[in-house]
């Protein structure tokens, strides 16, 4: 029998019957080790669109449901939780680094070779990070998370989780992306490979992306190859009479990576 074969047997008995976490310990445990060892991962790009594995997502949510919270030990401090943090020993023998002092990886989470972690960092279960990516100092990677290879995630970045519901998609952030400090990717964004967003820049599909390159606004991805930065324009809500003066909205301006910079009289034109 298969992991997913078994995981979705006991996700569709945990649905109706009561299961015990003993009798389904082993399976919980060989679920996370795979996750580990990256051989099964939360999304996958098929054709032209990245999909969730919705059988380890509820792998994932079984691991929550069927163990118990216990009180544990990291850096001389007791926290309580389900899951254990990730075993690091096989990092070094792989290249990659994880500096002490705060970096946190948890139980399920799969770090690449030839990555870098610096502390404080916090990856969280289900999270994939890969080969030859940097995770600076405050970030944080959420559950289910798809980080790409050489990617480079600035100093204080969030990179939202999306455990629930199974069949929604996580966040995207594919080989070769640059996002500067304190950016944020949200609710199953897809930042295109090789695209270097500035920092400060929020990423999430209810902002929209005005792609110059393409001439059309788009929600949810950023294309590759692009140079995106933040940017405000005029909204609706600046015509009612009990807001004074202009009120304005948040978007995103994306252009050519070979662009890095726009003349201010260019954005405007652009927008407008």
Partial sequence: MSLETEISELWQRHQSTEVSPGEARETLDAFLDALEAGDIRAAEKRGEAWEANEWVKQGILLNFALRETEAREYGGVTYHDVLPLRDTADLGERGTRNTPDGTVIRRGAYVGSDAIL????????????????LVDSCDTVGSCAQIGS?????????????????????????????LGAGCRVTSGFVVGENSVVGENTLLSPRIPVYD?????VLYGELPPERRAFARFVESSVSDRDIIPGAAYKPAVVATELENQTLEASQREEALR
């Fill in 118 to 133: 610096m502390s404080p960092a916090f990856v969280n279960v289900g999270a994939h990070v890969g080969d030859g990516t």
């Fill in 150 to 178: 050489d990617v480079k995630l600035g100093a204080n970045t969030l990179i939202g989780g999306v455990l629930e519901p199974v069949e929604s998609a996580p966040v995207v952030v594919e080989d070769g992306v640059s």
């Fill in 212 to 216: 110059l390159v393409e001439d059309e």
